[in-house]
């Protein structure tokens, strides 16, 4: 390997065979694969021959079409298998994530804090307060949604995400 910076070129290469003929761990499959249908010959195959290279070397013409025709047809058949692989590596994603997720729920007549958000006038950069309040909540429309009202009763325009809002002890 060359330590020099100005060489990466050279090596790239290198680094692109190794990145597309790896398996992908939320496909299960390699790129070169899912792209061409078939697993990719790496250089040290040409070199020292494994089994896959000596069976196709002594393939006559018309039974090496007959293999790639019958490895075209599976195609749909490995497609389907990555993506139902995708799917269950979603699943498990979502059930990853879920799992650190406090729902906040919420009853009318609460106190709560509302968050502000960087993107909103009350905004007042890094060392002002993140939370403004408190609000009574007024209506639970569905889960994860609230209605607030300030405190003389004003009610606010639109529904908030209850991600934005914690319970308020004052």
Same mark, same amino acid.
């Given at each position: 390997m060359i330590d020099n910076y100005k060489y990466w070129h050279e090596q790239l290469p290198y680094a692109l065979l190794g990145y597309r003929t790896t398996p992908r761990t939320?496909?299960?499959?390699?790129?070169y694969m899912l792209v061409y249908g078939t697993e990719a010959i790496i250089p040290v195959e040409? #070199?020292?021959p494994? !089994?896959?290279?000596?069976?196709?070397?002594?393939?006559?013409?018309?039974?090496?079409?007959?293999?790639?025709? #019958?490895?075209?047809? !599976?195609?749909?058949e490995k497609w389907m298998i990555v993506v139902s692989h995708g799917q269950l590596y979603q699943q498990r994603m979502a059930r990853a994530f879920k799992k650190h997720i406090r729902t906040r729920v919420f009853q009318i007549g609460q106190l709560v804090l509302k968050r502000i958000f960087p993107n909103q006038e009350e905004y007042k950069r890094k060392f002002a307060p993140s939370w403004q309040g408190p609000y009574m909540v007024r209506k639970v429309p569905s889960?994860?949604?609230?209605?607030?009202?300030?405190?003389?009763?004003?009610?606010?325009?639109?529904?908030?995400?209850?991600?934005?809002?914690?319970?308020?002890?004052?």
């Open positions: 939320s496909t299960g499959a390699t790129p040409v #070199e020292i494994s !089994l896959r290279i000596i069976q196709e070397a002594e393939l006559d013409d018309t039974e090496w079409i007959r293999k790639r025709y #019958e490895e075209l047809a !599976l195609i749909d889960r994860g949604v609230v209605v607030l009202a300030e405190m003389d009763g004003q009610e606010w325009p639109r529904e908030i995400n209850s991600d934005a809002n914690k319970r308020s002890y004052v």
